[in-house]
């Protein structure tokens, strides 16, 4: 069974950084791709950035050079540095490990970006 718990989130100023964390329980963490997702109101649910097993990133246009994906094999966590926040970022994120047969998903951690 695979857990994902996310922390780390809160308010923020425009121009502001905040630190994401996932930690993950489960042997599988090593062998799967790991992503964070941001769910604004009324909104869908759109991907932030990813980052592969063997450490290969990707994001999302808004928050390129902005944010920075991590992840570290011995704790078993996955870190999302976001600098420079706009108001536009206040959404839930999630964080999601992915497998063939089914995604698992925290909790969902509340980042707000407000003055």
């Known amino acids: 069974q695979v857990q994902l718990v996310e922390s780390g989130g809160g308010l923020a100023q425009p121009g502001g950084s905040l630190r994401l964390s996932c930690a993950a329980s489960?042997?599988?963490?090593?062998?799967?791709?790991m992503g964070w997702y941001r769910q604004a109101p009324g909104k869908q649910r759109d991907l932030v950035a990813t980052?592969?097993?063997?450490?290969?990133?990707t994001y999302a246009d808004s928050v390129k050079g902005r944010f920075t994906i991590s992840r570290n094999g011995a704790k078993n966590t996955v870190d999302l540095q976001m600098n420079s926040l706009k108001p536009e970022d206040t959404a839930i994120y999630y964080c999601?490990?992915?497998?063939?047969?089914?995604?698992?998903w925290g909790q969902g951690t509340q980042v707000t970006v407000s003055s």
């Open positions: 489960g042997p599988i963490f090593s062998r799967r791709a």
């Open positions: 999601k490990l992915s497998s063939p047969s089914v995604d698992y």
């Open positions: 980052i592969t097993s063997g450490g290969v990133t």
